[in-house]
Structures are given as structure tokens and as C-alpha cells.
Nanobody, 114 residues
Framework: VQLQASGGGSVQPGGSLKLSCVPSRSIFSINVMGWFRQAPGKQRELVARITDTLITNFGDSVKGRFTISRNSAKNTVYLQMNSLKPEDTAVYYC?????????WGQGTLVTVSS
């Protein structure tokens, strides 16, 4: 399964972006969908994830600014990013857990700069 992420780009501090991720083919059930990010020289970290029962988890640095949602019928997950800061600059990776397997998207670059 390939995950196709979109929506990255450049934005000024305080701005907003919305990321989307969809599998390359229809999947009957995806347990967890989420987003991780990796900034240059840093480890990949959790941004947000959402289960099939709509339980959500967020990284501490994005709580209150980012929201995650999913359209289970379309197997799509969205990440709404508001009040973006320069430290949010990173490559954002979509992740999906299907059964016992994890899958990653190719990454989409988000740059927050004035």
C-alpha cells in the first residue's frame, strides 16, 4: 500500500496549511492514521494520529494548534495546521497502521518562514 500525501508548501509564521493523505488503493479497515515529521538533524516525531474509533493523540508541540480528522469512507486523513511557527518546518510523513503492518507516505515539505 502506498500513501499519497499532499498539501505541503511554504507559509509565513501564523499561517495555516492543510495536509491530506490517501492510500493508493481502497482499504477495508485502517486501524490508525497519522502524521509524523522530521526536521533537518532531528529524529522523526509524532505530530498527530487518529484511530478508527476517532481517538486522537498529538505531539506536545502542536497541541491546540493542529487538528486531525479522517474520512473513513475515503480512507483519507487530514491534518489542519494553524498558527504555524518556524519550528514546524519539516518533512511531514503520513502513516497508516493496517492490521500488524505500518505504512509510510513519501513525505511532504512544510516550510514556515517570513
Amino acid at each position: 500500500v502506498q500513501l499519497q500525501a499532499s498539501g505541503g508548501g511554504s507559509v509565513q509564521p501564523g499561517g495555516s496549511l492543510k495536509l491530506s493523505c490517501v492510500p493508493s488503493r481502497s482499504i477495508f479497515s485502517i486501524n490508525v492514521m497519522g502524521w509524523f515529521r522530521q526536521a533537518p538533524g532531528k529524529q522523526r516525531e509524532l505530530v498527530a494520529r487518529i484511530t478508527d474509533t476517532l481517538i486522537t493523540n498529538f505531539g506536545d508541540s502542536v497541541k491546540g494548534r493542529f487538528t486531525i480528522s479522517r474520512n473513513s469512507a475515503k480512507n483519507t486523513v487530514y491534518l489542519q495546521m494553524n498558527s504555524l511557527k518556524p519550528e514546524d518546518t519539516a518533512v511531514y510523513y503520513c502513516n497508516a497502521v493496517i492490521g500488524d503492518s505500518g505504512f509510510w507516505g513519501q513525505g511532504t515539505l512544510v516550510t514556515v518562514s517570513s
